[in-house]
């Protein structure tokens, strides 16, 4: 008889700022399981091409580029890092000019497959919580449990801001909801896996929830 183990994986998807690494990551500690960020791997393809002079819109030369890159997902203590063709670039795939070059790339639809296949493989070995856009959606239709946040344009902008600050970046909180509603509008219209509800995910709005209650109201459902 075939030994097959099944991995335990909770998606949560939702648009930029609607809480997503913050719940998952304490999600992932507090049931001592992994977090994967699947948003890194996009950022990293997106950094390796604005080092490299590639625009994010060739797609032969992003496909070209995929083919001499390595993504490498290692776990410390349940935490995740990020190596890019062997380079830890945890910090710097955060920088805010990353984000919109990280929406672009991921629309390739070779970074996309060859992202998701990297994805599956990381849920297949290891209990884990995933936060993306398609997880529930498309990358692990399967999953256990999925959920899908929410907040307004408006609270996500000044989380983010708030998040750019605490690193050392000057934004302008216009600006920045500008760039994410860009971002919301580019991630959701994409013909391949955008970014949408599963039909089985719950959904909630934490636009006037702090991130313990948000954290809270998950643990409830999942248990
Ligand atoms: O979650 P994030 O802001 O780090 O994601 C950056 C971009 O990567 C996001 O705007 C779209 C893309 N992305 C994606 O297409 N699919 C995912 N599962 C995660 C991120």
């Given at each position: 008889m075939k030994n097959e183990k099944t991995t335990l994986n909770i998606a949560i998807d939702g648009p930029a700022g609607s809480g997503k690494s913050t719940v998952a990551k304490l999600i992932a500690k507090e049931l001592s399981i992994a977090y994967l960020d699947t948003g890194a791997m996009y950022r990293a393809l997106g950094l390796k091409a604005c080092i490299n002079g590639?625009?994010?819109?060739d797609e032969q030369a992003v496909t070209a580029m995929l083919k001499e890159t390595c993504i490498d997902i290692k776990y410390d203590g349940g935490v995740q890092h990020l190596f890019l063709d062997g380079e830890d670039v945890g910090l710097r795939?955060?920088?805010?000019?990353?984000s919109q070059l990280a929406s672009d790339i991921s629309k390739i639809h070779a970074v996309r497959l060859a992202m998701v296949d990297l994805q599956r493989k990381i849920a297949s070995e290891r209990d884990c919580v995933l936060d993306g856009r398609d997880i529930g959606s498309f990358v692990l239709p399967n999953a256990k449990h999925k959920i899908f946040l929410t907040a307004s344009i408006e609270e996500r902008a000044k989380r983010r801001h708030k998040e750019l600050l605490s690193r050392g970046e000057t934004v302008i909180l216009d600006e920045l909801t500008k760039d994410i509603a860009t971002r919301d509008q580019n991630d959701m219209t994409r013909?391949?896996?955008?970014?949408v509800k599963a039909k089985d995910a719950i959904e909630i709005d934490?636009?006037?929830?702090s991130i313990g209650e948000v954290v809270r109201s998950i643990l409830s459902y999942i248990k």
């Open positions: 590639i625009s994010v819109f795939i955060r920088e805010n000019h990353i013909d391949f896996a955008p970014l934490t636009t006037k929830m």
